[in-house]
Antibody, heavy 115, light 108 residues
């Protein structure tokens, strides 16, 4: 059974940093592109970033470019999103998603940026 | 960037009625990469339909998808109480991946 389990969310002050993680299991993690999608509670879904299986190709939404860094550790089957210079508008639930093959979503982790 | 426009924004229907949700793309999308999700409060999106018309595992056959090019439709026959939720379309044909703004199916 495929599982994607996010962790690391929490409350952070504006301008601060936070790293969220996604532990993957049940499939060959290193062969799949992985993505982060976020959702402000009660609002729509927005794609944030993606990374290829080897970890050497990445892309970002304009709203996070230069502030967020996606990475992965294939030995640990884990995806990361390092977020810095956080703003109030980054407050959202962050989902880890696999869109290749059968689409799979994690349950999400809430990041709140507030003083 | 491919913009997906969903209509209507809200659909007010009674259990047992049929729901028809529209998703229009700003440019043509391969039907292989158009999906539909259902989302309920506090939960992650649930995959309903992939490749425009294939039902995901465990999805009842009252849900069906159709369309091509720029116009796609999700139909729900005989609405059940558990079907009242928000529905999103999404394309993963080109980067950036994009989502429609959602259609809320509410109880009339």
């Amino acid at each position: 059974e495929v599982q994607l389990v996010e962790s690391g969310g929490g409350l952070v002050q504006p301008g601060g940093s936070l790293r969220v993680s996604c532990a993957a299991s049940g499939f060959t993690f290193s062969t799949h592109w992985m993505h982060w999608v976020r959702q402000v509670p009660g609002k729509g879904l927005v794609w944030v970033s993606r990374i290829n299986g080897e970890g050497n190709i990445t892309s970002y939404a304009d709203s996070v470019k230069g502030r967020f860094t996606i990475s992965r550790d294939n030995a640990k089957n884990t995806l990361y999103l390092q977020m810095s210079s956080l703003r109030a508008e980054d407050t959202a639930i962050y989902y880890c998603v696999r869109f290749s093959g059968y689409i799979e979503w994690g349950q999400g982790t809430l990041v709140t940026v507030s003083s | 960037e491919i913009v997906l426009t969903q209509s209507p924004g809200t659909l007010s229907l009674s259990p047992g009625e049929r729901a028809t949700l529209s998703c229009r793309a700003s440019q043509s999308i391969s039907s292989r990469y158009l999906v539909w999700y259902q989302q309920k409060p506090g939960l992650a999106p649930r995959l309903l339909i992939y490749r425009t018309s294939s039902r995901a595992t465990g999805i009842p056959d009252r849900f069906s998808g159709s369309g091509s090019g720029t116009d796609f439709t999700l139909s729900i026959n005989r609405l059940e109480p558990e079907d009242f939720a928000v529905y999103y379309c999404q394309q993963h044909d080109s980067s950036p991946l994009t989502f429609g703004g959602g259609t809320t199916v509410e109880i009339k």
